[in-house]
């Protein structure tokens, strides 16, 4: 397999991963502006997933109450830990 299919199938684990975050009672919405354009608001949502992991993603909100996740991510260490402190 290339570098490419292993990366992309990578990114769609993380974002299957990335829908549980939004029901952790615990996750803060952060807006971010410096990611945002006059189409649309991007958000960043820490939090945790179904199988325990702390992730990072971004996400915007579409017509009809549609999510669109554009990234996710493990939160680096700091992250994390700014996540546990917030428990």
Known sequence: PSKQS???KNTMILLKKQKTVFFDENTLLISAPDHSSEEEDR???PGLSAECHI???CHCYREKDTIRLISARKANRKEAQQYGERL
Request: a positive charge; proline letters at 0%; zero cysteines.
């Open 6 to 8: 292993y990366t992309k």
């Open 55 to 57: 992730l990072l993603g």
């Open 43 to 45: 958000f960043i949502l």
